[in-house]
T-cell receptor
Framework: DTGVSQDPRHKITKRGQNVTFRCDPI?????LYWYRQTLGQGPEFLTY????????KSRLLSDRFSAERPKGSFSTLEIQRTEQGDSAMYLC?????????????FGSGTRLTVV | DQQVKQNSPSLSVQEGRISILNCDYT??????FLWYKKYPAEGPTFLIS?????DKNEDGRFTVFLNKSAKHLSLHIVPSQPGDSAVYFC????????FGQGTRLTINP
């Protein structure tokens, strides 16, 4: 297991199109997180899962955003009707479900550009 | 409502000297305090952490200090090396991590 994997690395889309990103966490990690990072800012929390249950969603996650984690393994983040303001780096992270944040590991991210 | 603030967007330090990065927070609910390092086009990489029951943690050239009464966290890097040039984020954890805005550290030869 080589860590958290995200696909694609880069996505350019036209405004109004739908996009979907995939995250494969470290296999023994049952918690999975999505963050968004814009230029000059730190990562901002979007949502997280414990196994297949989505336990928390940020108010940043408008109704155009949806995230799933079927069977508690990989996760997908879909953005419908993309807007230019959605342009950002989308980061996925995973960690073991108990204990400290030791082992909280990020993927390399998906860079989304909406034109 | 910015819960975690890194007030210095950038810091330039000479190679071999000490780098000190600072982070202030407003909410006492956090249990864990972490520092991440980020290179361009990569995800953040874990550097060092400290729990709320401690005030200092060392790992090689990196030391993290926590002052809970002042709600202040700092990272000391000594001696600084050119490979330390990156963006550093403090991140505070309860159920999830809340990040500061980052400080771009540049180590000059």
């Amino acid at each position: 297991d080589t860590g958290v994997s995200q696909d694609p690395r880069h996505k350019i889309t036209k405004r109004g199109q739908n996009v979907t990103f995939r995250c494969d966490p470290i296999s023994e990690h049952n918690r999975l997180y999505w963050y968004r990072q814009t230029l000059g800012q730190g990562p901002e929390f979007l949502t997280y899962f414990q196994n297949e249950a989505q336990l928390e969603k940020s108010r940043l996650l408008s109704d155009r955003f949806s995230a799933e984690r079927p069977k508690g393994s990989f996760s997908t983040l879909e953005i419908q009707r993309t807007e230019q303001g959605d342009s950002a780096m989308y980061l996925c992270a995973s960690r073991p479900g108990t204990g400290s944040f030791y082992g909280y590991t990020f993927g390399s991210g998906t860079r989304l550009t909406v034109v | 409502d910015q819960q975690v603030k890194q007030n210095s967007p950038s810091l330039s330090v000479q190679e071999g000297r000490i780098s000190i990065l600072n982070c202030d927070y407003t909410n006492s609910m956090f249990d864990y305090f972490l520092w991440y390092k980020k290179y361009p086009a990569e995800g953040p990489t874990f550097l060092i952490s400290i729990s709320s029951i401690k005030d200092k943690n060392e790992d090689g050239r990196f030391t993290v200090f926590l002052n809970k009464s002042a709600k202040h966290l700092s990272l000391h890097i000594v001696p600084s090396q050119p490979g330390d040039s990156a963006v550093y984020f403090c991140a505070l954890g309860a159920q999830k991590l809340v990040f500061g805005q980052g400080t771009r550290l540049t180590i000059n030869p």
